[in-house]
């Protein structure tokens, strides 16, 4: 069943076509891996979902409403959450009450229900042996899981995962991968990521591949076809595919 739908949106920057008639589609609970070359419109795409940016046209519409016109945390209340790159936790709070916040103000929880949507959120991100630990403490790695844990206890049924990966280790790296791909397979969740660090390894967890380029979806499909699109080999020519 369909849960997202990104019509034919345009967004441009003065003269600069960040998004350039972009169209697909998302089942619930799919994974789709978004990829391709710096600016090519990836951060744009996912902006336009979320409601940060409104799109000079096109239409986004989620679970059959148009939400073009909505601002972001409107749209979080529907369901569409982001994970940032970059974790901006309270970092003079608990890894659990930092969840805890996320489950009240997103998910709209009364505390002692937050609480345990809470500490079943960092359970499933394994953090749950920390959540007695000030936030400012953690590594990054773990700022990334709090993050993911923050943003799954306000009830997402779609998370738009930044470039999750950057800044970890390659191990860390497989390790968040596999955590992507149970969110889909656990918990019904659809995802769409960025995919920049090891794109090979991660992509191929992923249901789909959207591969972007200059503002436009050059190919789309299974992992393996999708990246092995004679486009797509050439756009990333030249480039290690890790
Ligand atoms: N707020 C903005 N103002 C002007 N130009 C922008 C803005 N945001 C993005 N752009 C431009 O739009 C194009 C697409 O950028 P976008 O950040 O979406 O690409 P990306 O694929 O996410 O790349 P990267 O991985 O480098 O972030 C780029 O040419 C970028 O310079």
């Known amino acids: 069943m369909t849960l997202l739908k990104v019509e034919n949106v345009v967004k441009k920057f003065g003269g600069l076509r960040a998004l350039d ?11 789709v891996a978004v990829v391709g070359p710096n600016g090519s419109g990836k951060t744009t795409l ?3 979902i979320n409601g940060v940016y409104k799109p000079d046209e096109g239409r986004v519409v989620f679970e059959g409403r148009d939400v073009t ?8 209340r529907l369901g569409i959450s982001r994970a940032f790159q970059v974790p901006r936790p309270f970092p003079e709070l608990t890894v659990l009450e930092n969840v805890v916040v996320g489950a009240i103000f997103n998910g709209g929880y009364g505390k002692e229900e937050a609480v345990r949507v809470a500490e079943e959120a960092l359970r499933f991100v394994k953090l ?3 959540r007695h630990q000030l936030a400012g403490k953690l590594t990054f ?10 943003a799954l206890a306000g009830r997402p049924k779609l998370l738009l995962l930044d470039e999750v990966m950057a ?4 191990t860390e790296i497989d390790e968040m991968a596999a955590l992507l791909r149970r969110l889909s397979d656990e918990r019904g969740i659809s995802a769409i990521s960025m995919v920049e660090h090891r ?23 299974p992992p393996e076809k999708a990246l092995s699109d004679p486009r797509v080999v050439e756009v990333y020519l030249g480039k290690p595919w890790r």
Do not use: C, W
């Not at 200059?214 to 499909?221: K, L, M, N, P, V």
């Open 128 to 130: 749950y042996e920390k």
């Open 46 to 48: 996912l902006n336009v």
């Open 199 to 221: 794109m090979r390894a991660v992509a191929q967890l992923a249901d789909r591949v959207i591969v972007m380029h200059q503002g436009r979806i050059i190919a789309e499909g």
């Open 21 to 31: 008639g972009v169209s697909f589609e998302l089942g619930r609970g799919e994974f």
């Open 167 to 170: 800044g970890l280790t390659p």
């Open 69 to 76: 016109d909505m601002p972001p945390y409107k749209r979080a």
């Open 141 to 150: 790695n773990e700022l990334r899981l709090l993050e993911l844990a923050r």
